[in-house]
């Protein structure tokens, strides 16, 4: 029944028996630059690559101050803690998500509180932000606490899922008036643009991924980013086990994290880096093929990107008409060794978090019963390993 559209998504990985959802390229200087890390002998978190990436990516982003870290994970981790996120907070995000928002925000000891997210976005709703706030909550001495729980609310946690930005400077504009930091997680998001601004700039604090599977690579490793020096010093600090810097001395003024990024791993980041601009266009290009292979298909609907904004189209995706839709075209891809796959199941229904406190989640809900990503790897991969290409 999908065998049309299964052939149209081979005609876009041409040569390939089995398509990935989304792998690494390494066509550029990485070579180069991780043998120079290992030649240096710093492979380890003090090193000059670590530096370049952080100002690399300042530079691509126009973030003022960047702190390299270990994955995105401990990124967000060290973000919340420096944006004084503690036990016994609550930290509002969205469910659509993958694990790792909703794992930072209690590996603080926080609760997650997870509210819906927009239909054209997919990122969390201002609406239902705004809606949350003013029925649940009650500002004292310029504090948000939670009516039923009288928690405090210390931050909120966007995340611009697929590489769509989510509606940012109203997401942040809500929480300034309600005294709520924002800790923005685009690890999907590197490149991607709303107001002609990068997705990760707009908060306190962003962060980006660097895992294998991300639009960029350095094996594993993240960023914080922002433009308050004291904000990024502390992310520093923290990351870097709290040691306070002397040329001898070893003396440490909290329990700090080993999280910082190893040289090799910025080493490899920076080669990826020098990459980004070509990549971003070729999924560009791929977004725009998958959007003209889709609109033939009228049970099925391609995500664009939302207006104002500019994605990197991290991960493409569609929306079926319904779960059983979505389960069948799934299993087709799969039989085919198309490997696409749904969204993620709800941040709310894993057994950690389904306790947590949430709205309707109504779009949530009706967006994860119909989500597919689609196969979204940088295609000169195709190109570079076909034998005759020049
Ligand atoms: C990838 C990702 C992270 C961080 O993942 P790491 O694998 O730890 O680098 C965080 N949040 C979201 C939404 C992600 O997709």
Request: proline fraction near 5%; hydrophobic fraction near 40%.
């Amino acid at each position: 029944m999908f065998s049309e559209l299964i052939k149209q998504i081979r005609t876009l990985y041409p040569g390939r028996e089995a398509i990935s959802l989304h792998e690494p390229l390494f066509a550029g200087r990485e070579k180069e630059y991780t043998t120079q890390a290992i030649d240096s002998t710093f492979v380890s978190s003090v090193g000059a690559f670590v530096e370049r990436f952080e100002q690399d990516i300042c530079a691509f982003t126009g973030a003022d101050y960047a702190v390299a870290t270990v994955t995105g994970t401990a990124a967000l981790h060290a973000a919340l803690l420096a944006m004084g996120v503690r036990p016994e907070d609550e930290v509002l995000t969205q469910p659509l998500s993958f694990v790792a928002t909703a794992n930072a925000i209690n590996y603080c000891g926080a609760r997650p509180i997870f509210l819906d997210v927009e239909r054209d976005t997919l990122g969390l709703s201002p609406a239902a932000l705004e809606d949350f706030l003013t029925t649940h909550t009650i500002c004292r001495d310029n504090t948000c606490y939670n009516r039923a729980t009288q928690r405090r609310i210390a931050a909120c946690v966007p995340m611009h899922t697929f590489g769509h930005p989510v509606r940012i400077e109203e997401v942040v504009a809500i929480c300034r008036r309600h005294h709520i930091a924002v800790v923005e997680d685009a690890a999907e998001a590197l490149g991607s643009k709303y107001r002609g601004r990068h997705c990760g700039t707009f908060g306190d604090l962003g962060i980006y991924s660097f895992n294998g599977n991300k639009t960029i690579t350095c094996g594993g490793g993240g960023m914080v980013v922002g433009h308050d020096k004291k904000l990024t010093d502390r992310v520093r600090h923290l990351t870097t086990t709290a040691k306070i810097p002397h040329p001898w001395q070893y003396r440490h003024d909290q329990a700090g994290y080993n999280y910082r990024m190893p040289n090799l791993n910025a080493a490899l980041g920076c080669a990826q880096l020098e990459m980004l601009p070509a990549f971003l266009a070729d999924k560009r290009e791929l977004a725009a093929e998958y959007e003209k292979i889709l609109v033939a298909v009228p049970a099925l609907e391609f995500i664009r990107e939302p207006a104002e904004a500019r994605s990197n189209y991290w991960l493409n995706a569609l929306l079926t008409s319904d779960r059983e839709q979505r389960d069948r075209l799934l299993a087709a891809c799969h039989k085919e060794k198309i490997f696409c796959r749904p969204a993620w199941d709800l941040l709310n229904t894993l057994p950690m978090y389904n306790d947590c406190q949430t709205d309707n989640l109504t779009t949530a809900n009706w967006l994860a019963d119909r989500l597919i990503n689609l196969p979204s790897s940088v295609r000169q991969l195709n190109r570079q390993r076909t034998p005759e290409a020049v």
